[in-house]
T-cell receptor, first 112, second 112 residues
Framework: GAGVSQSPSNKVTEKGKDVELRCDPI?????LYWYRQSLGQGLEFLIY????????KSGLPSDRFSAERTGGSVSTLTIQRTQQEDSAVYLC??????????FGSGTQLSVL | GENVEQHPSTLSVQEGDSAVIKCTYS??????FPWYKQELGKRPQLIID?????GEKKDQRIAVTLNKTAKHFSLHITETQPEDSAVYFC???????????FGKGTRLSVIA
């Protein structure tokens, strides 16, 4: 079956613009995660959705970042007023068991 | 919250030699410790995991050990091959409602 799908694969934007990143998880997976991977850095946790529970937003770096998950499936990560330090690969992952994560191929965001 | 430290950040070994990557974690509530492999330009994929009720787990050339008292766990790769070259990430979590926290990764290079 299809894996985790992210779009766009690449996004170039100007400083100050808003961007939306999309994640389509594996069908039936109740957990969905957003991580950020900067050059030479690890996987930085951003936000976590689990079923109908309130999302864990503890990793969001600022109030410019927000995410939602509609209908327990597709998720959108929104970054408002982008800054150069937001440039990174944004990875989405989904999970059925709360353990094994299946990652998407990521969105490479470049803020000029 | 959980904090995961990973060492070394880079590791070069000769083909056929062994490689060891070490991680420490801070939260004694963590009970699930996976390892992910990320090949160049690809998404991270789970290669092995261990739960706190065991001290060691093996899968062919890969093994993971866990010391809960000292709060550290390690990945051991024996008889390394060029295709083992990748970035390896350790992670820790409580297999419940909190997200996995990842280390910063180890770039392993296997020299033929």
């Amino acid at each position: 079956g299809a894996g985790v799908s992210q779009s766009p694969s690449n996004k170039v934007t100007e400083k100050g613009k808003d961007v939306e990143l999309r994640c389509d998880p594996i069908s039936g997976h109740t957990a969905l995660y957003w991580y950020r991977q900067s050059l030479g850095q690890g996987l930085e946790f951003l936000i976590y959705f689990q079923g109908n529970s309130a999302p864990d937003k503890s990793g969001l770096p600022s109030d410019r970042f927000s995410a939602e998950r509609t209908g327990g499936s597709v998720s959108t990560l929104t970054i408002q007023r982008t800054q150069q330090e937001d440039s990174a690969v944004y990875l989405c992952a989904s999970s059925l068991s709360r353990e094994k994560l299946f990652f998407g191929s990521g969105t490479q965001l470049s803020v000029l | 919250g959980e904090n995961v430290e990973q060492h070394p950040s880079t590791l070069s070994v000769q083909e056929g030699d062994s490689a060891v990557i070490k991680c420490t974690y801070s939260d004694s509530a963590s009970n699930y410790f996976p390892w992910y492999k990320q090949e160049l330009g690809k998404r991270p994929q789970l290669i092995i995991d261990i739960r706190s009720n065991v001290g060691e787990k093996k899968d062919q050339r890969i093994a993971v050990t866990l010391n809960k008292t000292a709060k550290h766990f390690s990945l051991h790769i024996t008889e390394t091959q060029p295709e083992d070259s990748a970035v390896y990430f350790c992670a820790a979590g409580d297999s419940g409602n909190t997200p996995l926290v990842f280390g910063k990764g180890t770039r392993l290079s296997v020299i033929a």
